[in-house]
């Protein structure tokens, strides 16, 4: 199927991400989405990504707001979030027939025309300001107190906002069944699920396996890495292997036992050798999807994971023909305890090959091939506007390798 252009020529495509910062999920996405309509222009509220990192958003130019000129905003752009309702709103996509907005935070809230069409790859609506704003405050100590009803008030003028700009949305692309349902609760819209895209073809199988456990995360509150290593410091007969950083780091590290190896960040490819010879991948969070999830089994390595969101879409539990992991239903040290003692008793259900098949169901190219599609069918169902659609060869050379 060919990509329409209009009787102007070929679409004019913006796409709108929330900050370019690192290399993370969103970002991944981010770059098929690019590999799917590489002469679209890129838009962000700040762009603070090294030079050495622009591989992946095509060496793009990127158009950014007054947030990149903010004081202290490469260091701390996310405090000041009260703003960016009202960055976000002042691109302007005028120009363009299609707008793409990839979206946790603040992107699906651009302004767009009736003639145009917006799709929202939605990552999550935000959880801080919907049905996780009180873990988020507690976690950062902010339920109680002037300063608590302070950023209560402030979520609670988040929620307006964020429902108000869902009607701007003309199509939602949901990254797991999980955050579809988020998206019917929080905004009562459907949305079609297009799972994430994970580089599996890069990753290889070790079927033999080394005599440790491995955890992958950054460290904050909501990843839940403390109680991995808690239930791994009481097990000093198990070995745990911790890869990530954040602002947690040097509190868990004081808290664990010898058995508890932290590595802090590492490079991809340490990663992933990690991931081929670890005996099992832990996974303590309520995540969207879970990437890393995916990216263990397609090394060969079953899962332990909390059974809640997109995790249970992406993981086979012992009741499957294939099972590629198991889950524990809460998230306690006691609970993951008991998951790795079930773990080691039902080792040999888990095979290597049912973990590597598992995993290719979310290739990169599976990706590209569906949300292609997807706009495709948008940009034909659009009916709006004086610009009649009608074939093209446009982005032919795209398409011939998706």
């Given amino acids: 199927m060919a990509f329409p252009e209009t009787e102007d020529g070929p679409l004019k495509i913006a796409i709108v991400h929330d900050w370019l910062v690192t290399y993370g999920g969103a970002d ?11 002469e679209s222009d890129l838009f962000s509220l700040v762009d603070f990504l090294p030079p ?12 950014t707001s007054f947030f990149q000129h903010l004081p202290l905003a490469r260091q701390a ?15 302007d996509l005028s120009p363009y027939d299609l707008v793409i907005s990839s979206s946790h935070s603040v992107a699906k809230g651009v302004l767009t025309g009736p003639d145009q069409v917006h799709i929202c790859y939605c990552h999550s609506p935000m959880r801080y300001v919907w049905d996780m704003q009180h873990q988020y405050l507690q976690d950062g100590g902010l339920d109680k ?10 979520l609670h003028e988040g929620r307006m906002w964020d429902l108000r700009t869902a009607n701007g949305v003309d199509e939602f692309v949901a990254n797991s069944h999980f955050i579809a349902r988020r ?13 994430p895209p994970v580089d599996t073809g890069s990753l290889s199988v070790k079927e033999d396996k080394d005599d440790f456990y491995l955890t992958v995360s950054r460290l904050v509150p909501y990843k839940k890495v ?31 036992k010898k058995s508890v190896t932290m590595l802090g960040f590492q490079s991809s490819d340490i ?42 879409e992406s993981v086979h ?13 809460e998230q306690t040290p006691e609970a993951i305890i008991g998951a790795v003692r079930l773990f080691e008793v039902e080792r040999g259900q888990f095979g290597a090959g049912a973990c590597r098949r598992s995993a290719e169901r979310f290739s990169r190219e599976r990706f590209r091939r569906e949300f292609r599609e997807f706009c495709e069918r948008a940009m034909r169902r659009s009916k709006g506007g004086d610009k009649t659609l009608v074939n093209s060869d446009l982005f032919s050379n795209v398409a011939a390798q998706v």
């Avoid at 998206?183 to 799972?195: G, L, S």
């Fill in 271 to 312: 990663t992933y050798d990690y991931m081929r010879r670890a005996q099992g991948f832990v996974f303590a969070a309520e995540e969207d999807f879970g990437i890393c999830v995916v990216e263990a089994q397609a090394c060969g390595t079953p899962v332990i994971a909390f059974g809640k969101g997109g995790v249970l």
């Fill in 183 to 195: 998206i019917w609760k929080t905004y009562r819209r459907e949305a079609t699920v297009i799972y």
């Fill in 28 to 38: 991944r996405v981010l770059e098929q989405i690019l590999a799917c309509f590489p």
């Fill in 226 to 256: 403390n109680l991995i290593v808690e239930a791994f410091s009481r097990m000093p007969d198990k070995k745990l292997v911790v890869i990530g950083d954040g602002a947690q780091f040097k509190v868990i590290k004081a808290a664990a």
């Fill in 77 to 91: 752009f996310r405090k000041y979030f009260p703003l960016m309702p009202l960055a976000v709103e002042q691109f």
């Fill in 145 to 154: 107190g002037i300063i608590g009803w302070f950023a209560k008030w402030l």
């Fill in 317 to 329: 539990d012992l009741s499957a023909e294939e099972p590629t992991g198991i889950f524990f239903k």
């Fill in 52 to 63: 050495n990192e622009r591989g992946f958003i095509l060496d793009k130019p990127v158009r």
